[in-house]
């Protein structure tokens, strides 16, 4: 009969020498992580099916052939997230030593603290690898049962000195601290402490800034590889390109100027292999079946390098004849990255009002405030669900318009229009044929559900989620949308009955 001792001895070397599960990286992630309201505002199980170019990127965490992976992808395209994702597969089934870099201590901290930690704390898989002591998860180093993960910022090069480590994960590599006379290139010093493991993984990432950047050297290292879809009428595959948008080129009106409502309603991708006119509905079906191509033959040897960037946000506006201040961005995660990009596209307007700063017209950040939120007309003086504020800029140079929205009143809205236009004032709701069972699975994610209220004991009936794992993103968009729709005032919205807090005796 085995000793204490011996038992926990033998446990540890079942763990070490138990096999890599034949479960891909995708859907183990699918099945074990989860996104809450701390973290985004879309919370639910990490899916995917909205973002199918991250699969083959997490695949090369399992990849034996991949030494090297290179995002070179804009901002909010889930970088990072997919970061997230792969190493906690590697803790629960490749344990190894890991070093995350970042450009600053104080951003690795903050990022440990409100991303990573509650990442980890909300997965029931994740949780049994923490260590009974609590004092050993720490926001800078973590010991885990079967691996430790430190996380640094590139402008403390001292803290990368003589720590061997399996997996470098470069996050933001464009922002890192240069070399000086004295000390080498943060990222060079992180490279340099996973030559001890035959088996090491880099994992770079970064928006990239320019040509000289880090970021864009790595990619033209690699093999270069680019998004494709299937064509819907010849089945080759292509790639998506700005020149390829098509509209009428009658679509004018008396004046000689664009006719927006003709041309939205011309335009459509033209196939580059067969000319055939691909509609949106198609193209995100296709999208769905896309396919990352490599471009670059002469690549260094398992170094995957990956190109994407946000421009598909921008061709789909001008493919539909939106105006810039017409586009609105959910601001709900990274605001400052979102500002940042809504800035490239509008102009600058000089105020009315004396005394008030210029302000950009054009593409809209947006958030979502919670159920109680509301704000008055500044003409009318009356309660309204909507208000548009200012975004925080590092700068008094000029305004950014952030547009807020109570989501629980726009919740009620949305409802009404669902149920038809007798139910909403006599607007109709209606959809494109790309709406699948998925979108009104994420149209069904929140349900009415009777909550106490403070110390009243008064009951209401709040939007609640059905589940924490249950997947809202689309019913978010739709949600924004209606607030856009409101403050250009196409949808009127008084004139759909201001719903009643429903109060249960």
């Known amino acids: 009969m085995l000793t204490p001792i011996q038992t926990e001895i033998l446990d540890d070397l079942r763990a070490i020498w138990k096999p890599t599960p034949q479960q891909s990286v995708t859907d183990w992630r699918e099945q074990n ?33 991949v030494t090297d992976v290179v995002l070179c992808w804009g901002s909010q395209t889930s970088k990072t ?3 997230m994702a792969g190493l906690c597969w590697v803790i629960d089934n490749e344990p190894s030593p890991v070093l995350w870099l970042m450009p600053t201590e104080l951003l690795a901290r903050s990022f440990s603290r409100t991303r990573w930690m509650p990442f980890l704390e909300e997965s029931d898989v994740m949780r049994r690898h923490f260590p009974d002591d609590r004092k050993k998860i720490t926001l800078l180093e973590q010991h885990f049962d079967r691996c430790t993960l430190t996380f640094v910022g590139s402008n403390s090069p001292a803290n990368l000195a003589s720590r061997p480590i399996r997996i470098l994960v470069a996050d933001e590599v464009d922002k890192f601290a240069a070399a ?43 093999d270069q590889r680019r998004f494709f879809i299937p064509c819907p009428h010849c089945d080759r595959p292509i790639k998506l390109l700005w020149p ?92 400052a990255d979102v500002y940042a990009h809504c800035l490239r596209w509008g102009r600058i307007v000089p105020s009315r009002q004396p005394g008030l700063l210029p302000m950009h017209v054009g593409w809209t950040p947006m958030k979502g405030r919670e159920r109680d939120a509301s704000w008055k007309d500044p003409k009318t003086k009356q309660p309204r669900p909507y208000c548009l504020g200012s975004a925080a800029l590092p700068h008094r140079k000029f305004r950014l318009p952030l547009l807020e ?39 069904d994610a929140k349900v009415k559900k009777p909550e106490v209220i403070g110390r009243s004991g008064k009951v209401q009936v709040i939007w609640r989620l059905r589940s924490g794992r249950w997947p809202d993103h689309l019913l978010d968009c739709e949600l924004e949308q209606l607030a856009m729709a409101m403050i250009h005032r196409r949808l009127p919205w008084a004139t759909i009955a201001q719903p009643e807090k429903e109060e249960v005796p």
């Open 33 to 65: 992580l989860l996104l809450t309201s701390r973290q985004t505002e879309h919370p639910g199980p990490y899916s995917t099916a909205n973002r199918p170019y991250v699969r083959e990127p997490l695949e090369c965490w399992h990849d034996p052939s």
């Open 81 to 83: 997230t997919t970061l």
């Open 180 to 222: 000086t006379s004295r000390e080498a290139a943060a990222l060079e010093l992180a490279l340099q402490r996973t030559k001890s493991y035959s088996s090491s993984k880099h994992f770079l990432t970064s928006t990239p800034t320019t040509l000289e950047g880090e970021i864009w050297q790595h990619f033209l290292q690699g």
């Open 244 to 335: 390829q948008v098509k509209w009428d080129p009658q679509a004018k009106d008396e004046s000689g100027a664009w006719h927006l409502g003709r041309v939205r309603a011309s335009a459509h991708y033209q196939c580059q292999e067969c000319a055939g006119h691909i509609s949106d509905a198609q193209k995100v079906v296709a999208v769905r079946k896309g396919l990352w191509r490599p471009e670059n033959a002469n690549a260094i040897p398992g170094v995957r390098s990956y190109h994407l960037s946000r421009e598909e946000i921008r061709e789909a506006q001008l493919a539909h004849g939106v105006t810039d201040n017409h586009v609105g961005i959910d601001s709900g995660h990274a605001a």
């Open 405 to 443: 929205f109570n989501g629980d009143f726009l919740l009620d809205i949305l409802a009404k229009l669902r149920k038809g236009p007798e139910r909403a004032g006599g607007f109709r709701w209606e959809l494109t044929g790309q709406a699948d069972d998925l979108y009104f699975r994420h149209l």
